[in-house]
């Protein structure tokens, strides 16, 4: 992953995360309101005498689910910028200040890791207000509202903990969540290229179309990141229940949302609850669904990612070559 500018990665990475952005964040939706609090009360199929062995699935559940959608893309395409511009820089930089014969997963993972934590800085205050816009309007009776982004906004502002600790809140979850995953993510996600590339000859690698590398590369992205995903999923469990309450003072009008408790609490205090209430099985709640849409995600993300570069290291060729013919 490497031959590009700077310039050029930044455009490969917002292109790669306006792509997965508008492809896979209704799943994600749901996952979020799956994972939250609340579910049960709010979405999930009220049970009753006549009902069949296997209901139809909650009409609400699968109501505006692009709701908070803006705040993603107005945050995810800087932050995905920064993200693969620190990583390349971050790979080059460990490479040639460790010792030569330390292992490749230890230089990804320590670069991925780098790379998280500068993205996160962005990405945390946009993760709030997403969340918390995914929640709302669940009755259909403030539909004709504008922007749940925009409500969301507001109804972090009310928070009783302050605009600014209420937009961060989560960070140190978030990075907790993603810190691992991309330390899993990329350093299995190098390995199977290689050795994908490997097996279909390494001259391939070298003089592949833009198809070929998109599809090499997306797959791999796809199988380690539905990995990762699955083994990180209670520090995302941990993140939502964090990030939906920065917004939950006072709960909307139609949003659902009972009484909350507003004292502050330690992600680990969040998972302790978690495990007492629902055991094991909460802390893995939406588990598959998350595998599910991080592996479409992961694979359009880094597949497109990979054929943006690809793609604007042939559009310089070709200016080059009508420059100097």
Request: net charge positive.
């Amino acid at each position: 992953m490497s031959g590009n500018t700077n310039v050029e990665v930044l455009m490969a990475g917002a292109v790669a995360a306006f792509t997965v952005d508008l492809l896979v964040y209704p799943l994600d939706t749901i996952k979020t309101r799956y994972q939250s609090q609340d579910y049960r009360s709010a979405f999930a199929q009220p049970a009753s005498p006549s009902a069949s062995p296997k209901p139809p699935p909650p009409k609400q559940l699968f109501r505006g689910l692009y709701q908070g959608i803006g705040s993603v893309i107005f945050a995810t395409l800087p932050a995905a910028g920064i993200f693969f511009l620190t990583y390349e820089s971050a790979k080059s930089a460990i490479a040639s200040g460790l010792p030569s014969a330390t292992p490749q997963p230890v230089i990804h993972s320590l670069a991925s890791g780098s790379a998280e934590m500068a993205s996160c800085v962005v990405l945390a205050p946009a993760e709030v207000i997403k969340q918390n816009a995914q929640m709302l309007r669940r009755s259909g009776s403030n539909s004709n509202q504008r922007s749940t982004s925009i409500q969301a906004l507001r109804m972090v502002w009310r928070s009783t903990t302050g605009t600014s600790r209420s937009l961060w809140a989560g960070y140190t979850a978030l990075v907790a969540r993603n810190l691992p995953f991309t330390a899993m993510h990329f350093p299995m996600f190098e390995f199977l290229r290689g050795h994908i590339w490997d097996w279909r000859g390494r001259h391939h690698a070298a003089t592949g179309d833009m198809s070929r590398t998109a599809l090499v590369t997306g797959a791999s992205a796809a199988v380690s990141g539905a990995l990762a995903a699955i083994i990180t999923t209670p520090a995302d469990v941990v993140k939502t229940r964090i990030m939906l309450s920065a917004g939950d003072s006072p709960a909307p009008p139609g949003s659902g949302s009972g009484p909350v408790d507003k004292r502050e609490k330690s992600g680990l205090d969040v998972a302790k609850t978690i495990f007492r209430e629902k055991g094991l099985r909460g802390l893995f709640r939406g588990a598959l669904l998350r595998a599910s849409w991080t592996a479409l995600g992961s694979g359009l993300y880094l597949g497109s990612y990979e054929a943006a570069k690809f793609s604007l290291k042939g559009a310089k060729r070709t200016a080059r070559s009508d420059d100097h013919p």
